[in-house]
């Protein structure tokens, strides 16, 4: 099984905590000739990296994919459903600024297959999301959720907690509003201040106050998604009791599948025979544009990063991804060789002992203990 990440790096603005690879769209774009370049660079890894895996999922992340027009979405999806095969329950999500969708632009990309969105709320709270940089108030996040809630089953939002001055009460208090959203799914993630971010420049000028060093916050998190009916499925995602709709896409990721990603910057994990690349794309966004024209991927070649990961690679991301969810790491999975040099058993008896990982014989499952301390845990377990 693989996924497809399609990168569409534009934005409305620059959000002030956001050090992705997005820029603020200046020009008005020609649609076609960009589906044109993408469909360039998705057949050439077609071409080179694809032995009939089934696409269980198709994401369109940025930058803001719902600025795009819908003839770009439409016609990717459709090169796609005729040069891969497609899994019959395929998810197919898009992201979104509130302040760039509405029902009717949701219905069109329904109509092209989206099946998923995911929307950018941030927060509900004016004042932090002019912090943040965002250009929609928390009136146009909550009807945008519920707006689109109208046209898609499955809608997801993005929320940041642990803002700068935030305190816990304020978040406890806003998360249990946040929570009575019509959304089958959210994910949570703790603000991390970045280099070369407008909102560190605020910090270190003293405009705004740090975040906190409160480590209560995550265990407040997942407190309140549980007694809202959001089951923690992965340290920063939660799902909707009794909808089972986790994302595919990021369990994907989680679980080591096979990844394509299209656009300027974007990641893939690929495979030719016995042996597994990560592939960088060029970041910088004009040279991107050119070498679409008539991409390449070569190994001596300087224009994108490909490295061939070797199992000490392999076996360190498999950990770091796999220990992030209830599902845990498949012992199965991992090289033997690799579980001797890096002594596996002996380090999770360790972690028993602690409390840490809960006793599973053919996975590695941390305990909710042991998810307060993932980054620990990741390290431990990585060392020789």
Sequence with gaps: MSTIYIHW??????????????????SSINYLEYY????????????QFYYNDTITSIYFGGGTPSLAD????????NYIYKTFKVSNDIEITIEANPKTIDKYKASQFKSSGVNRTSIGVQSIIDEDLKILGRIHSAYDAIKCVYEISDVFDNVSIDVIYNRPGQKLENWANELNRILQLPIQHISMYELIIEKNTYIKYLIDQGFVDAPSNNSRFIEQTIKIAKSNDFEMYEISNYVKNG?????KHNLSYWNYDRYYGIGPG????????NNLYAIEQICDITKW??????????LNNSDNIIELLTQDDIYKEQLIMGLRTKFGV???NLNKDMINK??????????KENSYVLDNSSSVVLSYNGMLKLNMIVEYLTKN
Excluded: M
């Design 9 to 26: 790096p534009y934005c409305l603005s620059k959000c002030y905590y956001c050090d992705f690879n997005s820029v603020v769209c200046k």
């Design 36 to 47: 044109k370049l993408y469909k360039n660079v998705l057949n050439k890894l077609r071409e």
């Design 70 to 77: 819908n003839i770009f979405i439409d016609n990717v999806l």
């Design 243 to 247: 909808t089972q709709l986790y994302s």
């Design 266 to 273: 974007a990641h893939s994990r690929l495979s030719i025979g």
């Design 289 to 298: 544009l050119a070498w679409a024209n008539s991409p390449e991927f070569e």
């Design 330 to 332: 498949n012992i199965n």
């Design 342 to 351: 890096y002594k596996l058993f002996d380090k999770i008896e360790v972690l």
